[in-house]
């Protein structure tokens, strides 16, 4: 009897995947540069759609709602299917809401909801492994939630403000750049902070997979862009350290992505090296303001299309163990050469976005943007 109800409870519920429905309409039909104030709310939250922000909610609900279908289709007849939708379906609202949000409080509750949300995702099989990965996944969210709540309270401390505007970045102190760096660095999986990442994405689910590595993971860049001063100041010890960071990424993820076996492994460290990449054009832009603007670009750009195309990657090699078609297999070949940034992709497009940055760089940093946007692509296309 109790199985017969709870079979009901499961069949009678509303597909996951409706619950991105929303937030898509958001994304595809608000115009950017709307905004709702609401004075009562926590200490007075203000929530928009800034131009960045509208890219980021566009692919992150578009992955949503697929991982969603997946999960409705391949996971709903399994014994924790309730607790695995609860969870999931507050990842997602925690990752919608520091999207939205405009101001830090909304933005830390929003990551703290979805980090801590995620925990259970990665758990979700109960084995030795998944269960490892879970305490390693907690241990760090909780160590980049508190960085970023210092680093937040540092901010406010300077500005005076909870939803502070670029301009008013400039001069924040070097302890309030360095928490944000190390909190969002965490979720950003950059070198010797992610040891969580390789862990985590084999022992979830695939659905999670996919938004872990295709949405989740890309927080952390919007993050940077709204509250460090780039484009204000040079931060020369700040953004050396970030291009030297991902640099090393790049080339970690590369040769230990390499030597796995399992799919889902390689998709992790491939996230390494191409977070690497990211967090070194981040870096770039804390060195030269004057370029900021076109690396930004550039950066949310390349944040896009590497969340669907290794989404999709997640969600294929899902499919391809459940289905074992040839087909299927083939139609992966596709987000693999976005990914490889083979010609007339999405991946070829953004380097023709960095290219401006590289003509406009003399001497060593010119030689080192070449490098390290070569590097990249050999070693995406390595893995893929």
């Known amino acids: 009897y109790r199985r017969q109800r709870q079979m ?41 759609l800034d131009h960045n922000a509208s890219i980021f909610l566009m692919f992150s609900s578009v992955l949503w709602f697929i991982a969603g279908l997946q999960a409705e289709l391949t996971m709903r007849n399994e014994p924790h299917w309730t607790r695995f939708r609860f969870f999931f379906l507050l990842a997602m609202s925690g990752n919608f809401w520091l999207i939205l949000s405009q101001d830090m409080v909304n933005f830390y509750l929003g990551f703290s909801l979805m980090g801590l949300s995620a925990y259970a995702l990665v758990i979700h099989s109960a084995t030795s492994e998944s269960l490892f990965a879970g305490r390693v996944y907690l241990i760090m969210t909780l160590l980049a939630e508190s960085a970023l709540l210092a680093g937040f309270v540092l901010i406010y401390s300077y500005t005076g403000s909870l939803a ?14 360095g928490f944000l760096i190390l909190g969002l660095g965490i979720k950003a999986g950059l070198v010797f902070l992610h040891v969580w990442l390789p862990l985590t994405y084999p022992a979830a689910p695939i659905p999670a997979s996919a938004v872990l590595s295709g949405a989740m993971i890309k927080v952390a860049f919007l993050g940077w862009i709204r509250y460090l001063p780039i484009g204000q100041e040079v931060l020369l010890e700040w953004g050396s350290l970030l291009v030297f960071a991902g640099a090393l990424s790049i080339l970690f993820g590369a040769v230990a992505g390499l030597v796995q076996k399992d799919a889902k492994a390689v998709l992790a460290y491939s996230s390494i090296s191409k977070m690497g990449f990211m967090s070194s054009l981040i870096g770039l832009a804390m060195l030269a303001p004057e370029q900021a603007e076109v690396i930004i670009i ?13 989404g999709s990657l997640f969600l294929g090699v899902g499919i391809v163990k459940a289905v074992q078609s040839k087909l299927t297999f083939i139609l992966l070949l596709f987000p693999a050469l976005v990914l490889a940034a083979a010609p007339f992709t999405a991946g070829s497009m953004m ?34």
């Open 298 to 310: 550039a950066v949310v750009f390349l944040a896009a299309y590497h969340s669907l195309a290794k």
């Open 8 to 48: 009901c409870i499961r069949d009678s519920s509303w597909p996951v995947s409706l619950a991105a429905i929303p937030a898509l309409i958001t994304a595809f039909f608000v115009p950017a540069g709307t905004a709702q104030q609401i004075p009562w709310l926590f200490l007075g939250s203000h929530f928009g």
């Open 351 to 384: 380097k023709t976005l960095i290219k401006p940055v590289i003509d406009n760089w003399q001497g060593q940093w010119a030689l080192i943007l070449s490098i390290l946007l070569l590097a990249s692509s050999f070693a995406t296309a390595l893995l893929m």
């Open 164 to 177: 502070p505007v670029a301009g008013q970045l400039a001069g924040i102190s070097n302890w309030a750049i």
